[in-house]
Every structure is written in structure tokens, then in C-alpha cells.
């Protein structure tokens, strides 16, 4: 019973906190000034067409083919004990953060060693990954490489130094946390209109990647910017119902390290538009403090970053360091927009954890702590040693 208080009570909070972030939203997006509601809106729509619509396919894909290969982590780790770094390594720089959940489970329950939680802290790159290859694939591979190669590097030496048990005490994971649950009935009728305006979406969102433009699509409506709006509305309704929903995702694994039983398609659907909504409202985050604070300020923010760019893949790092994927994804808009090198990507890319360093710090606070230090490591090295030789 008191249980289930505590849980309603959390769900309030969490309900209250995020109904508080979509009133902002909304406020910006209709602010009295002109220009600040016109910024947000084209924020709001870029954000959906350029971004959104890419994390659904892929995670539509990723999903089908879970279900459809039966993907059993625990069999694939028992199977081949010799690449387990390599193994764990591949899961961290998976987009999302899902990959990396796995792998901190399976570190808890004795099945991997303290190099390969290591190996998948320095790979992971989180949802700043969907982005990154929404709008730069070429370079999303690059990092991917980078990422890959020095987490199984990394995770080498760090066993190599420590052993495979350095710091873990084995015990029984928390099957329910962060257990996937059904979303509220509530918000099921909303499901099917997301997938309906996300497949168009996805449409625009290819259009916008090839440059063309597709409001010449709609004929003699093109003048009403039909994109703009189809963006903007699928932008909302995103954050609506990540905005009402206590679970927010990621809905892929729970801490038992197993993948969650599943029921047919339905519950394939609500995976992605829990999962993809959870990605939108980060992204329409970033998207809206870079946009309206060049519009605020009225700095040019580009002769500010190059005064300051000898520091800023530093800088990339220690925000690396900071738990989640918004502050992550702030630092991939900034490269995005060339405020920032592709050396400070690449460093903040091998340093964030993304939100697999929730569940670590949860498990395992201490060993978390130290991984996610020794990412700092290769992370400098790597991002000024392109620093100084590319760039």
C-alpha cells in the first residue's frame, strides 16, 4: 500500500515538473513579440522534421528487429566471455542509451568485468547520436568510429590495470526499475494520430535532409508553409504526451537485464512514441535556447566561441560529465550550427554517459563514479589531439 502511495506520489511530481516545461514551451510559442514566436515555432518544427521522425524509423527498425531475432543479451555475453569489452563497447554506441542500460546490468549481476563498463561509458554517446546522424550522418559515422575504437581501447587497459572484479560486489538487480509499464489510457487514442502525422513527418524529414523544398509539394497551399506547421503540431503533440506520461522511457530493458516481454506490434508502437517523445522534448529544448538566445542577445555567438575555442573541447568534456542527454544534446546543437569544433564533439561524444549513468549511480555508485572518470582520460587526449592536428 505504501508502496503504491509513494509511486502515485512520484508520478505527481513528475507530471507537475513536465507539465511546467510544456507550459514554457508553450508560452515562448505564443509570446506577444513577433519575432520570439516565429523563432520558437520554426524551433519547434525543426526539431520534429529534422530530428524526430529519424529517432521513430530507427527505433521502429531497432524494435522489429529485437522481436523478430528474439536479441538475448544474457546468452550473447555467456557465449562469447572473450569479447565481452568489445561486446559492451558496441551496445554503449548504439543511439540512444538503451545499449548501455544493458551492459550496466549485466556489470551488476557479475557478468562483465569493471573494463567493460568502462568500455561502454566511453562509447556511449546517448541520444545526442539520433541527432547527430539526423542532420550529419558522415560525421555521426566518424564520431561512431572514434567512439567505438577508444572504448574497447580504454576498457583493455583500464582491466588490464584493475581486473575484471575491481570494485564490484555482485547483487540481485531491481526488476521494476525502470521497468517498462503501459502507458496511461488517457494517452492511448493519441497513439495512432502520432504514427499518422510521423509518417508524413518522415517524408519532410527526408525532404530536408536532401535540401528540397517540400512545401512545393502541397500545390497551391505551399503558401501557408505546410511544413512549418506539420512540424510544429507533431513537435507538440510529442511533448503532450511526454508531458502526461510518468513513464518516459527508456522503455527497452528493465534492470534485470532482460529484454521486456512483449505482445504483439501494439506494444512495439507505444515503445517508439514513449521513447521518440522522450528524444523530441530534449531536442526542442536545445533547439529553443540556441535559437532564442541568438535572437536575445543579439551576439554573435560564433566570434565568441573562437575566441574562446583553445578551451571549448574542455569545456565539451566536463559537460560530458553532467548526468542525461540534454546537456549532451545542447553541445551536438552547438556543433551543428558550427558555434563549436568537431574536436569538442567528438570529446563530449566520449565522455557523456547520457542517462545510462542514472541506473549506474543507482546500482553501483562508487564503481559508476570512477567509470565515468576515466572517460575523461581518452576523451582529452582524443579531442585535442584532432584539435591540434585537424582543425
Not at 554503449?92 to 545499449?99: K, R, T, V
Not at 557479475?110 to 554517446?125: I, P
Not at 553532467?322 to 552547438?334: H, N, R, S
Not at 564533439?345 to 563514479?369: E, H, M, R, V
Request: charged share 10%.
Amino acid at each position: 500500500m505504501n508502496a503504491t502511495l509513494t509511486q502515485i506520489a512520484e508520478n505527481k511530481n513528475k507530471i507537475a515538473l513536465r507539465g511546467g516545461i510544456l507550459l514554457s514551451i508553450l508560452v515562448v510559442c505564443l509570446f506577444p513579440e513577433e519575432q520570439t514566436r516565429i523563432t520558437s515555432r520554426v524551433a519547434l518544427s525543426s526539431a520534429y522534421v529534422s530530428v524526430s521522425t529519424f529517432v521513430a524509423f530507427t527505433l521502429a527498425l531497432f524494435y522489429a528487429l529485437e522481436h523478430l531475432l528474439k536479441m538475448d543479451t544474457d546468452h550473447l555475453l555467456g557465449k562469447y566471455p572473450r569479447w565481452h569489452i568489445p561486446i559492451a563497447a558496441f551496445m554503449g554506441a548504439l543511439p540512444g542509451c538503451g545499449g548501455a542500460i544493458i551492459v550496466m546490468t549485466q556489470y551488476v549481476s557479475g557478468r562483465l568485468g569493471f573494463g567493460s563498463m568502462v568500455a561502454v561509458l566511453t562509447s556511449t554517446m546517448g541520444d545526442a547520436a539520433f541527432l547527430l546522424i539526423a542532420r550529419e550522418p558522415k560525421t555521426a559515422l566518424l564520431v561512431y568510429v572514434i567512439s567505438l575504437s577508444v572504448g574497447i581501447v580504454t576498457g583493455y587497459i583500464v582491466e588490464k590495470i584493475h581486473g575484471r572484479n575491481f570494485l564490484r560486489k555482485e547483487q540481485q538487480t531491481k526488476k521494476e526499475f525502470m521497468a517498462h509499464t503501459e502507458m496511461p489510457n488517457v494517452l492511448n487514442f493519441l497513439q495512432y494520430p502520432w504514427a499518422l502525422l510521423m509518417l508524413p513527418g518522415f517524408a519532410l524529414g527526408l525532404a530536408n535532409a536532401f535540401q528540397i523544398d517540400s512545401d512545393l509539394w502541397f500545390g497551391s497551399f505551399s503558401v501557408y508553409e505546410p511544413t512549418l506547421w506539420i512540424g510544429f503540431y507533431g513537435a507538440l503533440l510529442s511533448v503532450v504526451m511526454w508531458a502526461f506520461n510518468p513513464n518516459s522511457g527508456p522503455s527497452i530493458v528493465n534492470l534485470s537485464g532482460k529484454m521486456i516481454e512483449t505482445n504483439g506490434w501494439k506494444i512495439h508502437l507505444e515503445r517508439v512514441v514513449i521513447d521518440t517523445n522522450f528524444v523530441t522534448v530534449w531536442v526542442v529544448m536545445a533547439f529553443l535556447i540556441f535559437e532564442l538566445l541568438l535572437l536575445w542577445s543579439g551576439l554573435d555567438l560564433k566570434t565568441v566561441f573562437e575566441v574562446w575555442q583553445p578551451i571549448i573541447p574542455l569545456m565539451a568534456v566536463l559537460i560530458g560529465f553532467i548526468p542525461g542527454c540534454g546537456p549532451q544534446i545542447l553541445v551536438t546543437t552547438f556543433y551543428l550550427n558550427g558555434l563549436v569544433p568537431l574536436s569538442a564533439q567528438i570529446g563530449n561524444a566520449i565522455s557523456n554517459d547520457g542517462d545510462a549513468l542514472f541506473p549506474a549511480i543507482a546500482l553501483a555508485p562508487k564503481t559508476a563514479i570512477l567509470a565515468t572518470l576515466y572517460t575523461a582520460v581518452p576523451a582529452l587526449l582524443v579531442a585535442y589531439g584532432y584539435y591540434f592536428l585537424m582543425e
